[in-house]
């Protein structure tokens, strides 16, 4: 299993970005991806999940402003960014949640990208 994540960067508050994430290895149209972030300093935090039937999730810090799409012809996950605030600077992820933890428990996913940074500052 391999998840690449690309597409961070530096960028200006109420800026936007889109993460990709590109994944092998699995049958990536049945599988559940996640997005998760880590800001300097702090824990990890779940941001967005979807399912492989279209169903998204956000956390509230992020909802109005994020958009987790997938192509399962591509097997690339996506997180458009919009309205970025100072606050959505971190290392970001995408993984491959647990069945049984599903798309919100970041200590039991099962497979991580490397991440990408995303910094948000003027």
């Known amino acids: 299993v391999q998840l690449v994540e690309s597409g961070g960067g530096l960028v200006q508050p109420g800026g936007s970005l889109r993460l990709s994430c590109t994944a092998s290895?699995?049958?990536?149209?049945?599988?559940?991806m996640s997005w998760a972030r880590q800001a300097p300093g702090k824990g990890l935090e779940w941001v967005s999940g979807?399912?492989?039937?279209?169903?998204?999730h956000y956390a509230d810090s992020v909802k109005g402003r994020f958009t987790i799409s997938r192509d399962n012809a591509k097997n690339t996950v996506y997180l458009q960014m919009n309205g970025l605030k100072p606050e959505d600077t971190a290392v970001y992820y995408c993984?491959?949640?647990?069945?049984?933890?599903?798309?919100?428990?970041?200590?039991?996913?099962?497979?991580w990208g490397q991440g990408t940074q995303v910094t948000v500052s003027s």
């Open positions: 290895g699995f049958t990536f149209s049945l599988s559940a």
């Open positions: 979807i399912y492989g039937d279209g169903r998204t």
């Open positions: 993984a491959i949640p647990s069945i049984v933890g599903g798309i919100m428990k970041t200590n039991e996913y099962e497979y």
